[in-house]
Nanobody, 124 residues
Framework: QVQLVESGGGLVQDGGSLRLSCAAS????????VGWFRQAIGKEREFVAA????????YYAGSMKGRFTISRDNAKNTVYLQMNSLKPEDTAVYYC?????????????????WGQGTQVTVSS
């Protein structure tokens, strides 16, 4: 099982940027699909973005496309989420998740490793 630790969250103004990091340890990270999810207060956990083990395939939720970029550095066992043009509605706890295999899923259930989350707050 891979262990995940997120970092990089914080408070930013409307229109600002943040880069989240997800550091992995444990099993061979390069074989894992990695995704980012977020959960706002009172809402269900929702898909943000995911990438294949080789980073050759990426997938984004519609509202994040063009604003967020997922990338990974397997040599550093780290996945990044660059978030630009942030809006107050992006405020949530952001979670990194991982699963073995080659299929990207846009819902939480198939992911069996999760980080503890990092808070992102966008002020208006």
């Amino acid at each position: 099982q891979v262990q995940l630790v997120e970092s990089g969250g914080g408070l930013v103004q409307d229109g600002g940027s943040l880069r989240l990091s997800c550091a992995a340890s444990g099993r061979t990270f390069s074989r894992y699909i990695v995704g980012w999810f977020r959960q706002a207060i009172g809402k269900e956990r929702e898909f943000v973005a995911a990438c294949s083990w080789s980073n050759s395939t990426t997938y984004y939720a519609g509202s994040m496309k063009g604003r967020f970029t997922i990338s990974r550095d397997n040599a550093k066992n780290t996945v990044y989420l660059q978030m630009n043009s942030l809006k107050p509605e992006d405020t949530a706890v952001y979670y990194c998740a991982a699963r073995e295999g080659g299929t990207i899923y846009t819902y939480p259930t198939p992911y069996d490793a999760w980080g503890q989350g990092t808070q992102v707050t966008v002020s208006s």
